[in-house]
Nanobody, 116 residues
């Protein structure tokens, strides 16, 4: 069955780093664009980063540009989000997404809490 499973979330202090991973199965991951979005409790989702299927093109939200890096390994069917210089404002549930022209998939999310 189709699955995207996020991992790597947790509790960190401001200024620290986390690396999120998302493992995919059950669909053509290598031909899908991928991305990460996040949802602060009680608010809508914000698209954070995207990456083309071949890994050549990235986009980032202004709020994370210069601090977060999205990458993928198609042989492992995994997408990563390296999160550096974390701020309290980054506290959210982070979701991995993948999409093709007619289909999209998403995971259940992983909680990231940044607090002193």
């Amino acid at each position: 069955q189709v699955q995207l499973v996020e991992s790597g979330g947790g509790l960190v202090q401001p200024g620290e780093s986390l690396r999120l991973s998302c493992t995919a199965s059950g669909f053509a991951f290598s031909s899908s664009a991928v991305g990460w979005d996040r949802q602060v409790s009680g608010k809508g989702r914000e698209l954070i980063a995207t990456l083309s299927s071949d890994g050549s093109h990235t986009t980032y939200a202004d709020s994370v540009k210069g601090r977060f890096t999205i990458s993928r390994d198609n042989t492992k069917k995994t997408v990563y989000l390296q999160m550096n210089s974390l701020k309290t404002e980054d506290t959210a549930v982070y979701y991995c997404n993948a999409w093709q022209s007619t289909t999209s998939y998403w995971g259940q999310g992983t909680q990231v809490t940044v607090s002193s």
